[in-house]
């Protein structure tokens, strides 16, 4: 069984792309995010480093974070899989689904540091991929996205079937792809079948950044279920 961790961003894609490595038969040890420079912030989805902490105590699986800046983003993240590699790690696991440019860094950056890339998303139907995420009992909520395509009472809504409903017909009128790929939304993960405890949002606060809109989450707590 080989040793992997999961690039994780806290977001659905990065979470099933591990539900999918677990039920292949891969041995997930950690779960890698990259910070900002502070280390306080996620990278893109900007959750505060305690929502992953909660995220990783949840599935029980070790949260690895390391600060970095865009200039060093790669050669951090580089740094950080040579050090799980002394943990007998041999692999790495990601959530892109179709953009080649996104797997080809993944594949290269994992060539250059000696482990295999694992993709178990990789050409699969986007919407398909959300109907197995809701089928499977997965729960995660919109935390970011570009106001080209929701307005801001889209924050903190669930991606559930009523979702995909509207996805389907904004699909009607844009260039919107069913997981976001492009960037045009994306979540965090609260629950599901590799959470043994759930995530509660207590207190948020909505931000506006050069046409996108953010949740930032102040304050969570993991309860039982």
Known sequence: MQKVFTSWSGGKDSCYACYQAIQSGLDVRYLVNMMDEKGEWSWVHRFPVDVLKQQS???????????????????????????????????????????DEHREWVERICSLSGVTAHLPLWGLSQDEILRDFIGLGFEAVIVAHNEKYFGE?????????????????????????????????????????????????LETENRYNNGYWFLEIQKSKLRDK
């Open 57 to 99: 105590e949840a599935t029980g699986i070790p949260l690895v974070h390391s600060p970095s800046t865009m200039p060093t983003y790669e050669d951090d993240f580089k740094k950080v899989i040579l050090e799980l590699k002394k943990d007998d790690i041999e692999g790495g696991v990601f959530g892109d689904i179709d953009l």
């Open 153 to 201: 009472e889209w924050l903190e809504r669930k991606v559930d079937m009523d979702f995909l409903a509207h996805l389907a017909e904004l699909a009607k009128e844009t260039d919107i792809t069913p997981c976001g790929e492009a960037g045009e939304y994306h979540t965090l993960v609260i629950d599901g079948p590799i959470f043994d405890r759930r995530i509660e949002i």
